[in-house]
C-alpha cells in the first residue's frame, strides 16, 4: 500500500467545500509565519478517509478476531464500561482542581481501592502506576525501602524463577538487584530445592506470578512463602495472572506481601498498543507506609487525596494514575460483583482446559493435570518430522483470521506456543481455532516448504521483527 506522501497530488486539498473567506480574514501576520510552508501530502479529503480507513483494517484487534495471545489477557473489553468512561462527569476535569469539586472522582479511586484489596487479601493498595511493569518497580522499590528502614543492607538479590515474564528479571536489575535464576522442576513449577539452596540473609525478595506463565498453579506455594519469608525476603506477586484466580484464592492468602495488577488485563480496559494501561500495587498491611501517595481515603463524609510523602518511594507518577482506566475497572468490578468475578476466572480457566484438549495432540509437552488460564504447546516434534517451526504455524494462523499466540516464551519450552483464550471466547470460537489448527498441521505435514513463507494476505509477510522493535522506520523523510 502507499503512503499518504506518495499519493500526495497538488492541489488536491480541499476539493469538496470551498475555501473558508474567514481564513483570509484571519490570516495571522506575516512575520507569525514560517519560512518554507511544511511537507504535507496534499490529498482529497476521501482520498484521506479511505487511506486511513484501509490503514485501520490492517490493524489486528480483539474487535477483528480471536486474539489467545498468551500471558497478554487479550480479551473482549464491554463497551458499556469505554461508556462509563467517556462520561462528562470523568473526562471534563482537571487533576489540579479542588478536592472538593471532584469528590465523585475521588471516591471512584477509593472504592476501586477497597475492591483490589478486597479481591487480592493485600492490606493497602496504590492506584498510581500506569503498567504491570511500572506497578513491578514501585513494589521492588518497597522491598528496598523495607529493606532500608530495617537498616539491612546485605540483601543484594531478587530471586526469580526461570519461568518469568521478562519484565520480572528486568524489574529486579533496573532497581540495582542482582537477579538469581531459580530452576523449574519437570513438572513446571518452582523447583523448591533449589529455592530453599537459593534462599539466604542476601535475599531481598522472590518474583513469582501464580498461576506461573506455563499456566500451572504453584501448588507448593505456602513452601514457598515459608523458604523466602524464613530467610527474611519479601515475597513479590506478579498479578498479571489474576484473571485466572479471582474469587477463588488471593495472593494475599497465598502469603505475598507485594504485589501489582495489571488491571488492563483483567479488569476489562483494553491492552496493548501502548496503553493507557494500569498497574496497581498492593502491599499487606506492614507495609502500608511504604506505597507512593497520595493515596484516596474516606473519613467524615470526605473524599479526599492524601499522604505526607513520607513513605518510602513517594510518586511514580505525575498525579494519581490512568483516571480514566480506574473508572472502566470499578465499573466491571461493580456491574459482575463478587460472584460475576469468580464467574470470568473460572471461565478464562474452563475455556483454556477446552483448546488444551483439542491442541494437545499436537504437542510434545503434556499437561498430567489441568491447566489454569493459559497453556503451552512444545512443537519441536513437529518441528523435527517436518521442518515447520512454532513460528511458521503462528505466522500462518494470520492468514486464517486469527492473532498468532505468543511464541518461544517461556524460554524453557522449544518451539513454544502458549494460549490464552480468555473468559470472553465462545466454544464455537474455540472450535472454530481447533479447526484451523486441524488444517495447519495437515498442511504442515504434506506442503511444509507452503507454511515457511506465509503469511500471503498482509502486506509484509516475515519482517525482522527485531529490526522492526529497535529500528523503526516511522518516517516518510530521512531528516
Ligand atoms: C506475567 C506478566 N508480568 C508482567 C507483565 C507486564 O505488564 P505490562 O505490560 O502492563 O507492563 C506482563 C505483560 O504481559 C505479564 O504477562
Same mark, same amino acid.
Given at each position: ?153 546485605? /540483601? ?93 484464592? /488471593? ?37 502500608? /507506609? ?190
Amino acid at each position: 500500500m502507499k503512503l499518504i506522501f506518495e499519493k500526495s497530488t497538488p492541489g488536491q486539498a480541499n476539493d469538496i467545500l470551498p475555501a473558508n473567506p474567514l481564513i483570509s480574514q484571519y490570516a495571522p501576520p506575516t512575520e507569525a509565519l514560517r519560512a518554507n510552508a511544511p511537507r504535507l501530502p496534499e490529498a482529497a479529503e476521501v482520498a484521506v478517509v479511505r487511506h486511513y480507513m484501509a490503514l485501520s483494517r490492517m490493524a489486528f484487534g480483539v474487535d477483528n478476531g480471536f486474539y489467545p495471545l498468551g500471558s497478554c489477557t487479550m480479551k473482549y473489553n464491554p463497551k458499556a464500561a469505554e461508556r462509563a468512561a467517556s462520561s462528562p462527569h470523568f473526562t471534563d476535569i482537571h487533576p489540579l482542581q479542588s478536592q472538593d469539586s471532584a469528590q465523585g472522582c475521588i471516591e471512584v479511586m477509593y472504592r476501586l481501592q477497597e475492591a483490589l484489596n478486597e479481591v487480592s487479601g493485600m492490606g493497602a493498595t496504590s492506584l498510581m502506576p500506569a503498567a504491570g511493569a511500572q506497578g513491578e518497580w514501585v513494589g521492588i522499590n518497597i522491598v528496598r525501602a523495607y529493606h532500608a528502614h530495617n537498616h539491612d543492607t546485605k /540483601r543484594t538479590k531478587v530471586l526469580v524463577p526461570d519461568s518469568a515474564h521478562g519484565t520480572n528479571p528486568a524489574t529486579a536489575a533496573m532497581c540495582g538487584y542482582e537477579v538469581v535464576n531459580i530452576p523449574s522442576g519437570p513438572d513446571g513449577l518452582v523447583d523448591v530445592d533449589a529455592l530453599e539452596q537459593a534462599a539466604d540473609n542476601t535475599t531481598a525478595a522472590l518474583m513469582l506470578t501464580n498461576p506461573n506463565t506455563l499456566g500451572k498453579f504453584e501448588k507448593n506455594i505456602c513452601r514457598i512463602a515459608e523458604i523466602v519469608h524464613n530467610a527474611g525476603g519479601l515475597l513479590y506477586y506478579d498479578g498479571a495472572n489474576m484473571n485466572a484466580i479471582m474469587g477463588v484464592t /488471593r495472593p494475599g492468602d497465598m502469603g505475598f506481601d507485594i504485589m501489582h495488577w495489571n488491571i488492563h488485563k483483567t479488569l476489562a480496559t483494553p491492552h496493548g498498543g501502548g496503553g493507557p494501561g494500569s498497574g496497581p500495587v498492593g502491599v499487606c498491611k506492614a507495609l502500608a /507506609r511504604f506505597l507512593p501517595t497520595p493515596m484516596a481515603t474516606f473519613a467524615d463524609g470526605t473524599y479526599a487525596l492524601s499522604g505526607d510523602d513520607s513513605g518510602g518511594i513517594k510518586r511514580a507518577k505525575i498525579f494519581y494514575g490512568n483516571f480514566l482506566v480506574l473508572v472502566k475497572a470499578l465499573y466491571y468490578v461493580l456491574a459482575l460483583g463478587a460472584d460475576g468475578l469468580k464467574e470470568a476466572s473460572m471461565r478464562a480457566v474452563l475455556n483454556a482446559n477446552y483448546l488444551l484438549r483439542a491442541l494437545e495432540q499436537y504437542s510434545s509437552l503434556r499437561y498430567d493435570s489441568p491447566c489454569m488460564h493459559e497453556f503451552v504447546l512444545s512443537l519441536d516434534t513437529l518441528k523435527e518430522q517436518t521442518g515447520v517451526s512454532a513460528q511458521d504455524i503462528a505466522k500462518t494462523m494470520i492468514d486464517y483470521g486469527v492473532h498468532p499466540p505468543t511464541m518461544y516464551f517461556p524460554l524453557t519450552v522449544g518451539e513454544a506456543l502458549m494460549f490464552e483464550p480468555t473468559e470472553t471466547e465462545s466454544r464455537q470460537t474455540l472450535d472454530d481455532m481447533a479447526n484451523i489448527m486441524d488444517k495447519i498441521i495437515h498442511t504442515a505435514k504434506n506442503d511444509a516448504d507452503l507454511l515457511h513463507t506465509s503469511p500471503y494476505t498482509t502486506p509484509v509477510c516475515r519482517p525482522d521483527e527485531v529490526k522492526a522493535a529497535r529500528e523503526p522506520k516511522l518516517r516518510h523523510y530521512d531528516h
